[in-house]
Nanobody
Framework: EVQLVESGGGLVQAGGSLRLSCAAS????????IQWFRQAPGKEREGVSC????????HYAESVKGRFTISRDNAKNTVYLQMNTLKPEDTAVYYC???????????????????WGQGTQVTVSS
């Protein structure tokens, strides 16, 4: 069974850090582009960061550049999102998703992602 499971969300004060994990089963993450999306109440889903399938390059939304870092541990078949200097506007449900259709340009393009996790809540208090 193909599955993505996120963990690591929680409540943190502004300026704090969290590390989200996205564990895959039933397929090999290395063969897919992996993206972290987020969705806040009343807002559209936003692509936050991705690792491309073609060359492993990483890409970030402008709103998180310099604060978030995406990484992949192939041995654990897990992708991480290290989030530092968190702001109240980072509050959202965070989802990881996998795509075998995208190459270098992986940020956004939600409709091209085949598999999705259930999401993990991140709440940043001011």
């Amino acid at each position: 069974e193909v599955q993505l499971v996120e963990s690591g969300g929680g409540l943190v004060q502004a300026g704090g850090s969290l590390r989200l994990s996205c564990a895959a089963s039933g397929f090999t993450l290395d063969d897919y582009a992996i993206q972290w999306f987020r969705q806040a109440p009343g807002k559209e889903r936003e692509g936050v960061s991705c690792i491309s399938r073609s060359d492993g390059s990483t890409h970030y939304a402008e709103s998180v550049k310099g604060r978030f870092t995406i990484s992949r541990d192939n041995a654990k078949n897990t992708v991480y999102l290290q989030m530092n200097t968190l702001k109240p506007e980072d509050t959202a449900v965070y989802y990881c998703a996998a795509s075998n259709a995208l190459g270098y340009y992986c940020l956004g393009y939600g409709n091209h992602y085949n598999y999705w996790g259930q999401g993990t809540q991140v709440t940043v208090s001011s």
